[in-house]
């Protein structure tokens, strides 16, 4: 397990239509994170998901974002009617808990870069 | 979350010592500082935190004032690989899970 993986890397889809997004986190982080980042900002925090819960969601960007962890391992983000103000960085992250997180925070993924045209 | 405050960028000269400042003066006395960092095309990586005794790990050492308002990130001997975006960031460590970004300070280490 070399860290969280991200799939794909990069997405060109036509605006209008739905994209799907896959993390699998570290195999014994519990914790996973959503984050999007635009151009020249830091990264923007969407959900998380502690095992299969989503415990907050309330910083999705709106009713066409969703995401879900099934069985509490891996998760995907989904983007439903493309706009092109979705394009962006969206950055997978996962953490530990306790103790383990206080030594190491999060481990962030390399990220799926979308172009909506 | 406190809300921080960064340099927008700095130089340093490669096998220097990099001093990246960040002021938090709102910060409250549960709050950790963290320190992240982003290379170009890669997701940000965790590089040190602490909440009011400085701290060193084999990347680098924090230095936070005792009236914790302010603190500093040293990169001992700057490479060209630590070229990159530094972000700090204050959060507590009970139930609040995100971290806030701001748009941080982006290194440039000159050879």
């Known amino acids: 397990d070399t860290g969280v993986s991200q799939d794909p890397r990069h997405k060109i889809t036509k605006r209008g239509q739905n994209v799907t997004f896959r993390c699998d986190p570290i195999?014994?982080?519990?914790?996973l994170y959503w984050y999007r980042q635009t151009l020249g900002q830091g990264p923007e925090f969407l959900t998380y998901?502690?095992?299969?819960?989503?415990?907050?969601k309330s910083r999705l960007l709106s009713d066409r974002f969703s995401a879900e962890r099934p069985k509490g391992s891996f998760s995907t983000l989904e983007i439903q009617r493309t706009e092109q103000g979705d394009s962006a960085m969206y950055l997978c992250?996962?953490?530990?808990?306790?103790?383990?997180?206080?030594?190491?925070?999060?481990?962030f993924g390399s990220g799926t870069r979308l172009t909506v045209v | 979350d406190a809300k921080t405050t960064q340099p927008p960028s700095m130089d340093c000269a490669e096998g220097r010592a990099a001093n990246l400042p960040c002021n938090h003066s709102?910060?409250?006395?549960?709050?950790?500082v963290y320190w992240y960092r982003q290379i170009h095309s890669q997701g940000p990586q965790y590089i040190i935190h602490g909440l009011k005794n400085n701290e060193t790990n084999e990347m680098a050492s924090l230095i936070i004032t005792e009236d914790r308002k302010s603190s500093t990130l040293i990169l001992p001997h700057a490479t060209l690989r630590d070229t990159a975006v530094y972000y700090c960031i204050v959060r507590d460590n009970f139930g609040n899970e995100k971290l806030t970004f701001g748009t941080g300070t982006r290194l440039t280490i000159i050879p």
């Open positions: 709102t910060i409250s006395g549960n709050e950790y």
């Open positions: 992250a996962s953490s530990p808990t306790g103790v383990s997180y206080l030594n190491y925070g999060y481990t």
């Open positions: 195999s014994e982080h519990n914790r």
């Open positions: 998901f502690q095992n299969e819960a989503q415990l907050e």
